[in-house]
């Protein structure tokens, strides 16, 4: 972290200071991750291991008045000291796989930060950003919304420099009401962005078209890769082969490619080889030669859709099992949407779905034509998956995080 001043914290709660230290060189809200001259910022319960944190070689330690604003203050006056260049990301999918992309894309000719996993709250905005050193030449930040206002918030403290938005569609309706108020959310990020910026959008959004008529901005759009291995970006053709085949994950890495040309970071032909964040895409070969598609970390209907798509491409002639745990946070339209998903299992080729937990109910009632089940817990769809699959089948695991499907690969592993 570019180093902070002690005088910097002092108005943002009390500070616990090691004697002799002027400067904090990172910042950590958890005291296992403090490393020598690091700020601990003690929130909630941390005040219990202040201790730890200075035993760790804290240097100081902030305990907040107001949480949430102090990190942020503390992140933004960090940005504010840099000179590299922020790319921020959005989006209702793909922001933490195409943060993963880009970061790799990048690495090999810029001094890379890039969020942790799915660092993109209150929190882990800042602490992103808290990483930046003198040298760092681009940052990489992830950014969720849980209602408006939130993305409007986090690029304050930020800044990007460019933005990328993945696409729209149905998440946390729950909280925002309406698909247009999702577009509304995220291009918050749109009208956070400094003069003459570059903002990359999908080229089939029209939900974020009137968020794009400033005349300052430079708007770039992203299409489909309808050639595994082919990314037509800027007029040219990038030979890149990759290490994952879903269409949409390639559609990220166009995305990636796309901000990569307004970086100015050079797009070259050959290989490339991602690991995406835990419980995203995971391949699992399980013994009897059933393949498992461990994509549980979190659900809505883009990505379910997205991910039985690629659970189809994936099995080829082997059935197609889908494990499907509910969809939080839609809200009011919460049946509607699993009944329509439930409508297209047997269009996207589905052979078999377990339908896991009472908000998955509504599957059921539209799944006719594909053989279904349904069942309380992870733990149910796990021993039901073991006493049907067989080799050659592909299993996919999907649904939102409160669902715990997680349990699923690991019971199925062991």
Known sequence: MIPIEIAYLEPHGEVR???????????????RRIVEGDLFVAMGAGEEFIDDAFARGAAAVLIPKY??????????EVRRRSSARVVGITGATGKTTTKDILAALCSPHLRTVASEANYNNEIGVPLTL???????ELCI?????RGLGQIQWLAQIAQPDIGLITNIGPVHLELVGTIQNVAQAKAELIEMLPLNAVVVVPDDEPLLDPHLLRSDLDVRRFGHVDEPGAFRVGGRVIEL???FTSRHQLDNTLAALTVCDALGVPLEPGVLDIEFSPLREELIELPGGVTLINDCYNANPLSMRAALRHLADRAGTGRRIA???????????SEWYHRELGAELA????????????????YLETADEVESSWVAAA?????????????GDVVLVKGSRSVGLEAVAAKLES
């Open 347 to 362: 269009v996207l080729g589905v052979d078999r779905l377990i339908a896991v937990g009472e908000l998955a109910r509504p």
């Open 141 to 145: 930040v992830e950014m969720g919304m």
């Open 241 to 243: 082969q990759t290490s």
């Open 67 to 76: 949480a949430h604003t102090a990190l942020g203050t503390i992140g933004g």
């Open 379 to 391: 733990d149910e769809a796990a021993d039901l998956v073991r006493s049907l699959a067989a080799s």
């Open 323 to 333: 494990v499907l745990g509910g969809m939080a946070e839609l809200g009011d339209y």
């Open 17 to 31: 200071v090691r004697p002799g230290t002027e400067f904090v060189t990172g910042m950590q809200i958890d005291s």
């Open 130 to 136: 808290c990483r930046i050193e003198a040298d760092t």
